[in-house]
C-alpha cells in the first residue's frame, strides 16, 4: 500500500535551515507528482511545494525564493529544502501525493529563538 513517511522536522532558530525528507513506497515513485503541505494551528493546511513527475516546480508564494523541493527517484524520496526560515514558517509539514490523495503523518518544524 501507499506509505508516505517524512523526517528532518525539529526545532531551529529564525534565519536558520533545515530539510525535511519523505520516503515513500508501494507505488512507482518516478510517475508521480508530489507536494509538500504546511499547517499550522488554527489556520487552513496550504500547499508550500510541488514537484511534478518530470521534475518542473511550484511553491506557495510566502516561500518563493527560501524553499526548495526535489526529488530523487532511486531513492522514492522528496524533500524540502529550507532557507532564511521565519516563525510564520512554524508548523506540521506532510508529505502529499495528489492522485489518490494520499498523505504522510507529517512532520513538526518549530522556527523559535
Known amino acids: 500500500q501507499v506509505r508516505l513517511v517524512e523526517s528532518g522536522g525539529g526545532l531551529v532558530q529564525p534565519g536558520g535551515s533545515l530539510r525535511l525528507s519523505c520516503a515513500a513506497s508501494?507505488?512507482?515513485?518516478?510517475?508521480?507528482?508530489m507536494s509538500w503541505y504546511r499547517q499550522a494551528p488554527g489556520k487552513e493546511r496550504e500547499l508550500v511545494a510541488r514537484?511534478?513527475?518530470?521534475?518542473?516546480?511550484s511553491y506557495g508564494d510566502s516561500v518563493k525564493g527560501r524553499f526548495t523541493i526535489s526529488r530523487d527517484n532511486a531513492k522514492n524520496t522528496v524533500y524540502l529544502q529550507m532557507n532564511s526560515l521565519k516563525p510564520e514558517d512554524t508548523a506540521a509539514y506532510y508529505c502529499?501525493?495528489?492522485?489518490?490523495?494520499?498523505w504522510g503523518q507529517g512532520t513538526q518544524v518549530t522556527v523559535s529563538s
Open positions: 514537484i511534478a513527475s518530470g521534475g518542473s516546480t
Open positions: 502529499y501525493r495528489p492522485i489518490g490523495g494520499y
Open positions: 508501494g507505488f512507482t515513485f518516478s510517475h508521480y507528482d
